[in-house]
């Protein structure tokens, strides 16, 4: 069965995370936001774009990176992405433009339907082939 070829990386910076959500509402992971350079005290804005959070420095927000160094993301935009404690959500720093995406679970799913349906099809023909 032929294999599809995977697109080319590209020389980037972008840093990926995979972090839990507490009941606080803070996102587990220091480590992308130090791929950032965001420390503690650094001030962000934070957009609802599609399903996901767009987190972007800011001076004129009242959202900030904790003193421990961990993004908490505001109930209302918990609420609004469907968010609860426990919950996994993708992280996506792109240091070179200075943001970050979380993408929460819901928006996963619907990113990845489309490619998991063509997953399926070409599975199902590679099996339909195969079958005497």
Do not use: F, K
Request: aromatic residues 4%; glycine residues 8%; hydrophobic residues 45%.
């Amino acid at each position: 069965m032929p294999v599809p070829a995977l697109p080319a990386r590209h020389p980037d910076d972008t840093r990926y995370g995979l972090a839990v959500l507490d009941r606080y509402g803070r996102v587990a992971d220091r480590a992308v936001l130090r791929a950032l350079e965001w420390g503690p005290g650094q001030a962000l804005a934070l957009s609802l774009i599609a399903g996901s959070v767009l987190a972007v420095p800011n001076p004129d927000t009242s959202v900030r990176v904790g003193n421990d160094g961990y993004l908490r993301l505001p109930v209302g935009l918990r609420r609004a992405c469907h968010l609860t404690a426990g919950d996994r959500v993708l992280l996506v720093a792109d240091p070179c433009a200075g943001r970050l995406l979380l993408h929460p679970p819901a928006t996963l799913t619907a990113l990845l339907d489309a490619h998991h349906t063509a997953i399926h099809a070409v599975h199902t023909v590679a099996v339909e082939r195969a079958t005497p």
